[in-house]
C-alpha cells in the first residue's frame, strides 16, 4: 500500500481442510501480528492474476504460513515417496503471490512452509522427506508441544537475522520433514541447525523478507526471539 497506516493490515495465508472443504488458521499467527501492532487479515485463495493483483495492492504485508508439502512437481522432482500431504490450491495461490510479493518487495514473514514457498518461488527444491533424505542426529519433527524449542540455530554473523536478534544461537521449536535443499539463488542463509540443515533465510536487499523453518508463533509472543522478528516485521509494513 502506497498510504501509511498506523496499524498496517497483514494478509495471511489460510489454511484449508480439504476435508471439510473449508478455511481454518491457527489463533497463535493472529495473536502475534495483533501483539506486535498489526491488523491480521486472512486472504482468501484466489488463483488469478487480477486476485493476485487486488490482494497484494490491499495489504502493506504478507505472511506466509505453514502447511502441508509443497506438489513436488511444482520444482521439478520426480521421486514422491517423501511427500506426505499436498494442497494444490494453496501451491497455485501462494507461488504466484510470493513471485508477486518479491517484485514488488512487499514485506513478507515466511513461515516453516512459508520459507519452502519462498524457496521454491524463487527456483529452490525442498528435501521431501528429511528422515529418509537427510543424515541428521536431531528430531525434526519434535516429540515435545510445539510451544517449547527442542533444538539450537546457529545465526549467520553477517545476517540481518544476527543484527535483529544480537544473538549468535538461539533455541527454537521444530515440526517440519521437509527443508531447503538447493538454495534459490539470491536467497542468503541466516541460520542453520547443529546438523546443517538451513533453518532460516532472507533476502538481503528488501526491508523484510525473511523466512524461518521453525514456528516463532507456537513459541509465543513473549518468547524473546519471536517477539523480535514480529515487530521487525510490523515495522517493516508500516514505512
Ligand atoms: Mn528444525
Keep these: 500500500m502506497s498510504s501509511r497506516r498506523e496499524y498496517p493490515l497483514i ?19 493472529i495473536d502475534c501480528i495483533r501483539h ?15 486476485d493476485m ?29 517423501g511427500t506426505v500431504d499436498v494442497c494444490a490450491k494453496r501451491d497455485a495461490f501462494e507461488i504466484p503471490l510470493m513471485r508477486l510479493a518479491r517484485t ?18 524463487m527456483g529452490g527444491t525442498v528435501y521431501e522427506d528429511i528422515p529418509s533424505q ?13 510451544s517449547e524449542p527442542s ?7 553477517k545476517s540481518g537475522l544476527y543484527e535483529l536478534l544480537g544473538a549468535d544461537q538461539i533455541w527454537v521449536n521444530s515440526c517440519h520433514h521437509q527443508a531447503i535443499r538447493h538454495l534459490a539463488k539470491g536467497l542468503f542463509v541466516a541460520a542453520r541447525s547443529s546438523d546443517g540443515l538451513i533453518e532460516a533465510v532472507e533476502l538481503p536487499w528488501e526491508s523484510f523478507c525473511v523466512g524461518v523453518q521453525w514456528h516463532p508463533e507456537r513459541l509465543g509472543y513473549d518468547n524473546p526471539s519471536s517477539c523480535a522478528m514480529f515487530r521487525a516485521f510490523i515495522e517493516a509494513c508500516c514505512r
Design 134 to 146: 537427510y543424515q541428521t542426529n536431531l528430531h525434526h519433527m519434535q516429540c515435545i508441544p510445539f
Design 151 to 157: 533444538h539450537t540455530v546457529a545465526i549467520e554473523k
Design 11 to 29: 494478509g495471511l495465508t489460510p489454511l484449508w481442510d480439504k476435508d471439510k472443504q473449508r478455511y481454518w488458521m491457527f489463533p497463535d499467527y
Design 53 to 81: 493483483d487486488r490482494i497484494i495492492h490491499s495489504v502493506d504485508g504478507i505472511l506466509f504460513t505453514g502447511g502441508p508439502d509443497i506438489d513436488p512437481v511444482i520444482y521439478g522432482a520426480v521421486d514422491k515417496t
Design 104 to 121: 514488488l518487495r512487499t514485506p513478507t514473514f515466511c513461515i516453516c512452509r512459508g520459507i519452502q514457498i519462498l524457496n521454491v518461488a
Design 36 to 50: 506486535a501492532g498489526g491488523i491480521p487479515v486472512i486472504l482468501p485463495l484466489g488463483d488469478t492474476p487480477e
